[in-house]
């Protein structure tokens, strides 16, 4: 309501109330990043025409305005602002908006904000400040829920200042920002984290500046200084005293973020540091650093240091100069690059790879990669490898001394290797007290077809460790020898076993010859010996899938019982004579032994005990 005379230089007061729908305006203007509701507008107004003052020169609002519930609703974020309150005015041109509060996010929100000029190009400078702005309820608003449920409790305190005249795009804004976290549940034993960023924004020159701007835990700081742009310039300096706390934080955000990676502990503890450069720009940066880690554990294995200078780009990893120490001063160094298609790798990318290998435990890598081989030892090794993982190039070697293989001492273990044409071939050659070992292979990488051949020959069975270590005694001389080929999942293999004469105690067995061919998902085996003066015969044959439906059988004919018994018998085992002939055979799965069927047959029995004969 008000009054208004003199048409023709009109001169009005009065006052208003209003209520306007954004929901409307939402709609009119096509805007969906408008909130919802309604905001109450009350106040009073003046106007004065003076030619040629423009019309809002001449008039003067004052007012206050009000709303109990805002609703921002976006496809990334949806949050309610309750409480709004506020005070305007206008005056000569220029308008103020003080004492403006909001509840936000369970936090508040002041600010303010001057337009001048607005007849003209407006003129406009907002300031404001965050405060306790709840994590929790920041992540719960966010539509793709980045946090998950939220492993970060914690509050924002933040103030800005952002002054610019016409369009955003001559925007020129800073904030101060400060967070104050905990990362983990209460029965996590929560680990603390605050932030801090000191942020510049300049919309002509799209660049982002931040100084002093880190990143903290109780024993971690992380730390910016630098610009973003299309030409950045970045610095990331990072320490960390403890880097359990790191692998901690890292997994607990792993478990309510699937795609950080499977949540898994590395066991990573000891101190590091990285000083970096990110420079470029954002969609295609290029990043340079070195990483140096001291007194290094990861999965239980200690290190003495580890260092590395990286770069990283879409098109491009490299590392050089990378080295690995251990404990007792063995060491691994490599040098490489991976090229890469716009962040993405594929088999055919150019690759180049240089590694070396001094006297490292091999106890330490089986740990390491989780792997449980049956080698131990010391390893020295020389890689040298370019062209790609589909097609790669390259050779290389390693011995391995103070060697343990299957539990036996072993004086050395030595292989070559290279790849070239398509092809990956190997040789391989095991020395010990017992015997020697040799064999090869070779693979063709675009057929899946591999050719290999072993032979072991003069094995001392009686200078096996495990023999030894038991007591048992045994005594021979043992010969293996194999090939075979095909592909990997069609694969043949024939290998043949021979003993001359083995003696076990005061047994002994002739002959003794085994054969294995495996080739159609399955294996048969056939094995001859003459014992107490009878052959004796196995056979056996094995389904490779399913359960693994096994059928062995034994024969032995016409065995003399006089010389077994003596074996057992350290009187009166020349009283027994007589011969006997068995006939066995047992079906099983081997993945459900319980239900082992069999039968033994003894076709011929002639026992005799001085005067006293028994026959069938």
């Not at 369009?167 to 996590?188: F, H, P, T, Y």
């Not at 069609?490 to 003993?499: F, K, R, Y």
């Amino acid at each position: 309501q008000g009054q208004l005379r003199d048409y023709s230089n009109p001169v009005g007061a009065g006052s208003y109330r209003v209520t306007v729908s954004m929901d409307t305006l939402r709609y009119v203007f096509k805007n969906a990043s408008l909130p919802l509701g309604q905001i109450a507008l009350e106040g009073s107004l003046r106007y004065h025409n003076k030619p040629p003052q423009p019309f809002l020169d001449g008039l003067v609002l004052d007012g206050r305005l009000t709303s109990p519930s805002l609703l921002v609703r976006s496809a990334q974020a949806r949050a309610d602002i309750n409480s709004l309150r506020g005070r305007y005015s206008l005056r000569g041109g220029i308008l103020k908006v003080d004492a403006l509060r909001a509840n936000l996010l369970d936090g508040v929100l002041n600010g303010s904000m001057t337009v001048q000029h607005l007849s003209g190009e407006p003129d406009f400078r907002t300031r404001g400040d965050l405060q306790a702005i709840s994590l929790e309820a920041v992540s719960a608003s966010m539509a793709a829920t980045p946090l998950g449920v939220a492993p970060i409790t914690g509050k924002v305190d933040a103030q800005f200042e952002a002054p610019w005249r016409g369009a955003l795009r001559q925007l020129k804004a800073q904030s101060n920002v400060a967070i104050a976290a905990q990362v983990g549940s209460d029965s996590e034993a929560p680990v603390p984290v605050d932030a801090s960023a000191h942020l510049k924004y300049d919309a002509v020159r799209d660049v982002l500046s931040l100084d002093q701007t880190y990143l903290r835990a109780p024993h971690t700081e992380v730390r910016f200084n630098g610009t973003l742009s299309e030409h950045s310039s970045l610095s990331v300096q990072a320490h960390t005293a403890d880097l359990h706390e790191m692998d901690l934080l890292a997994y607990r955000l792993q478990t309510v973020v699937p795609r950080l990676g499977t949540a898994k502990l590395l066991g990573l503890r000891g101190g590091a540091d990285f000083e970096g450069r990110m420079q470029g720009s954002p969609e295609s940066p290029q990043i340079m650093g070195e990483l140096v880690a001291r007194n290094l554990e990861v999965k239980e294995t200690r290190w003495h240091s580890f260092r590395a200078s990286m770069a990283l780009s879409p098109s491009k990893i490299s590392v050089r100069n990378a080295s690995l120490v251990g404990p007792q001063r063995g060491r691994v160094d490599f040098s490489g690059t991976l090229n890469l298609t716009h962040w993405k790798y594929e088999r055919s990318n150019p690759l180049s790879v240089r590694a070396s290998v001094e006297g490292l435990s091999l106890g330490e890598l089986k740990q390491l990669s989780g792997l449980d081989y049956p080698v131990g030892g010391q390893l020295s090794a020389q890689i040298s490898a370019n062209g790609s993982v589909s097609s790669p190039q390259g050779r290389g070697s390693l011995q391995i001394t103070r060697a343990v293989l299957w539990d036996q001492p072993v004086q050395k273990i030595g292989a070559n290797f290279k790849a070239e044409g398509g092809m990956l071939e190997s040789s391989f050659t095991v020395a010990a007290a017992s015997g020697k070992a040799t064999g090869d292979l070779s693979y063709n990488l675009e057929t899946g077809i591999y050719t290999t051949q072993f032979n072991a020959s003069d094995i001392q069975l009686d200078r096996l460790e495990t023999v030894k270590a038991r007591g048992l005694q045994i005594s021979g001389v043992l010969g293996v020898s194999a090939h075979g080929s095909g592909t990997l999942k069609a694969a043949q293999l024939e290998a043949q076993a021979e003993i001359p004469e083995l003696q076990f105690g005061s047994q002994t067995i002739q002959s003794l010859k085994a054969r294995a061919d495996v080739g159609g998902r399955r294996a048969r085996v056939e094995l001859t010996s003459k014992v107490a003066g009878s052959d004796v015969q196995a056979h056996g044959v094995v389904d490779l899938s399913g359960d693994y439906y096994t059928t062995a059988s034994l024969d032995a004919r016409n065995l003399q019982i006089s010389p077994i018994l003596a074996a057992y018998l350290k009187s009166n085992a020349s009283d027994f004579s007589g011969r006997v002939t068995v006939h066995g055979q047992i079906t099983c799965p081997l993945k459900k032994p319980s239900s082992l069927q069999g039968y033994v047959q003894i076709p011929t029995l002639d026992l005799g005990y001085q005067t006293i004969q028994v026959s069938n």
